[in-house]
């Protein structure tokens, strides 16, 4: 129990004050300006869902994350939860059973499986912290994170047919496959490996999930929404004319970046590599899957009309899962107690640089929003700085970029950085 207390409570604290500290930022502003006019109900959320898919981003993530923008804690208490849950879901399906917290082995995979994706993810302070990135990516990864752990659980020991579980499924595919363009295809993929490796145990809820994902996804790609968005570039050429069109060179540096973005985990290939544990039975086709499945995730960005470092975070979660999975089974003695050691100092650095980083733009950030909140409309604020550049750990002050930024909805002013 303690191992998890050890693990959990500092990378809950440290998520939830860099959550209290986020200034609004970018995205953020439109969202934060629309509480002005609006209180948020559940009539307003339908509504959002409505006028998102329709003419805006269709994306599940975009009407929640509008929700972790309402007055009060909701981000303070639900955005480390998420960080915490990628973390345990990831563990449950390298494991293929919901981790203990009396197992002192299971908060040892736990920290490997969070030290190799806080070294490996690109942006992992926006994509823990900041807004936007949370509910488009983090929220949706872990939706698709517990719609798999079924089909893990039942890969490696059938159960029942559990037919109350046809509807959740169903429901919880929908919701899974409607949050993101790029991983879809690939969670599909897991769920229908989980099915077949139990053909003879096939099983009404898996069937309902895969048809749920597939409709969600079917849904959101097709979404009116998409006609709009970055101003219809998603609609300017097909899949196979994006890809042309970015030439070989520009395909290759998407791969690159994804191999390049990997390589702090290669203390975990080499543990594995070094190990003389044999691996359980069937663990090593899992750990296969899930590093396959996050290479898919990028070979689909090959077809994306835009390209970010968020969009690899799918991808990075469910290879370096598997590299942490494949360590730590194979890996014993000294190599085991080294990797553990090298695994709490990256996730105390990562953890402290957030805490300071955010810390260092809490009274900017909350100096900002009151000038813009008290400005008249249709005027010109000017702010200061945030103090913070583009990094790992923060998105950078958008102002530094652009000198001039329009914030419509509920401010209807603009925003220039003080000299």
Same mark, same amino acid.
């Given at each position: 129990?303690?191992?998890?207390?050890?693990?959990?409570?500092?990378?809950?604290?440290?998520?939830?004050?860099?959550?209290?500290?986020?200034?609004?930022?970018?995205?953020?502003?439109?969202?934060?300006?629309?509480?002005?006019?609006?209180?948020?109900?559940?009539?307003?959320?339908?509504?959002?869902?409505?006028?998102?898919?329709?003419?805006?981003?269709?994306?599940?993530?975009?009407?929640?994350?509008?929700?972790?923008?309402?007055?009060?804690?909701?981000?303070?208490?639900?955005?480390?939860?998420?960080?915490?849950?990628?973390?345990?879901?990831?563990?449950?399906?390298?494991?293929?059973?919901?981790?203990?917290?009396?197992?002192?082995?299971?908060?040892?995979?736990?920290?490997?499986?969070?030290?190799?994706?806080?070294?490996?993810?690109?942006?992992?302070?926006?994509?823990?912290?900041?807004?936007?990135?949370?509910?488009?990516?983090?929220?949706?990864?872990?939706?698709?994170?517990?719609?798999?752990?079924?089909?893990?659980?039942? @890969?490696?020991?059938?159960? $029942? *047919? /559990?037919?109350?579980?046809?509807?959740?499924? !169903?429901?919880?595919?929908? #919701? %899974? &496959?409607?949050?993101?363009?790029?991983?879809?295809?690939?969670?599909?993929?897991?769920?229908?490996?989980?099915?077949?490796?139990?053909?003879?145990?096939?099983?009404?809820?898996?069937?309902?999930?895969?048809?749920?994902?597939?409709?969600?996804?079917?849904?959101?790609?097709?979404?009116?929404?998409?006609?709009?968005?970055?101003?219809?570039?998603?609609?300017?050429?097909?899949?196979?004319?994006?890809?042309?069109?970015?030439?070989?060179?520009?395909?290759?540096?998407?791969?690159?970046?994804?191999?390049?973005?990997?390589?702090?985990?290669?203390?975990?290939?080499?543990?594995?590599?070094?190990?003389?544990?044999?691996?359980?039975?069937?663990?090593?086709?899992?750990?296969?899957?899930?590093?396959?499945?996050?290479?898919?995730?990028?070979?689909?960005?090959? @077809?994306?009309?835009?390209? $970010? *470092? /968020?969009?690899?975070?799918?991808?990075?979660? !469910?290879?370096?899962?598997? #590299? %942490? &999975?494949?360590?730590?089974?194979?890996?014993?003695?000294?190599?085991?107690?080294?990797?553990?050691?090298?695994?709490?100092?990256?996730?105390?650095?990562?953890?402290?640089?957030?805490?300071?980083?955010?810390?260092?733009?809490?009274?900017?950030?909350?100096?900002?929003?009151?000038?813009?909140?008290?400005?008249?409309?249709?005027?010109?604020?000017?702010?200061?700085?945030?103090?913070?550049?583009?990094?790992?750990?923060?998105?950078?002050?958008?102002?530094?970029?652009?000198?001039?930024?329009?914030?419509?909805?509920?401010?209807?002013?603009?925003?220039?950085?003080?000299?």
């Amino acid at each position: 129990m303690r191992w998890w207390v050890a693990l959990v409570a500092p990378v809950w604290l440290a998520l939830a004050l860099c959550a209290a500290w986020e200034p609004v930022m970018w995205d953020g502003w439109d969202h934060a300006a629309w509480y002005e006019d609006h209180a948020l109900s559940v009539d307003e959320i339908v509504e959002l869902l409505d006028q998102n898919y329709r003419y805006a981003n269709p994306r599940l993530g975009q009407t929640f994350t509008r929700v972790l923008y309402s007055p009060g804690p909701v981000h303070v208490i639900a955005t480390p939860l998420l960080g915490l849950a990628v973390i345990y879901l990831l563990v449950a399906l390298v494991l293929g059973r919901w981790p203990s917290v009396r197992r002192a082995d299971d908060a040892q995979l736990a920290l490997l499986v969070a030290a190799a994706l806080f070294a490996c993810a690109p942006q992992i302070g926006p994509l823990l912290v900041y807004r936007p990135y949370v509910g488009n990516y983090t929220f949706g990864l872990v939706l698709n994170l517990l719609w798999l752990v079924p089909y893990r659980f039942h @890969a490696g020991a059938p159960a $029942g *047919p /559990r037919w109350w579980l046809v509807p959740p499924m !169903l429901a919880l595919g929908g #919701l %899974a &496959g409607f949050c993101n363009e790029h991983t879809g295809v690939a969670f599909l993929a897991l769920g229908a490996a989980g099915i077949v490796a139990q053909p003879r145990a096939v099983r009404a809820w898996a069937i309902a999930g895969v048809v749920g994902l597939a409709l969600g996804y079917w849904l959101l790609l097709g979404a009116p929404g998409q006609d709009v968005r970055y101003g219809g570039l998603a609609k300017e050429a097909g899949l196979a004319g994006r890809v042309l069109d970015r030439g070989l060179g520009g395909n290759l540096g998407i791969l690159g970046l994804f191999v390049l973005y990997l390589l702090p985990a290669l203390p975990l290939a080499a543990a594995g590599a070094w190990g003389r544990a044999q691996l359980p039975r069937g663990l090593g086709r899992v750990l296969v899957a899930l590093a396959a499945a996050g290479a898919a995730c990028t070979l689909i960005l090959l @077809a994306s009309p835009k390209i $970010g *470092p /968020r969009l690899y975070f799918a991808g990075m979660a !469910l290879c370096t899962a598997a #590299l %942490a &999975g494949w360590a730590h089974a194979r890996a014993t003695g000294r190599v085991r107690t080294a990797l553990t050691v090298l695994a709490g100092a990256v996730v105390a650095f990562v953890l402290v640089r957030l805490v300071a980083t955010y810390h260092a733009v809490a009274d900017a950030g909350v100096a900002r929003h009151e000038l813009v909140r008290r400005a008249p409309r249709h005027s010109v604020v000017v702010v200061p700085s945030l103090g913070a550049g583009a990094s790992r750990y923060f998105i950078g002050d958008e102002l530094e970029r652009e000198p001039t930024r329009w914030v419509g909805y509920g401010y209807d002013l603009s925003i220039r950085l003080a000299p």
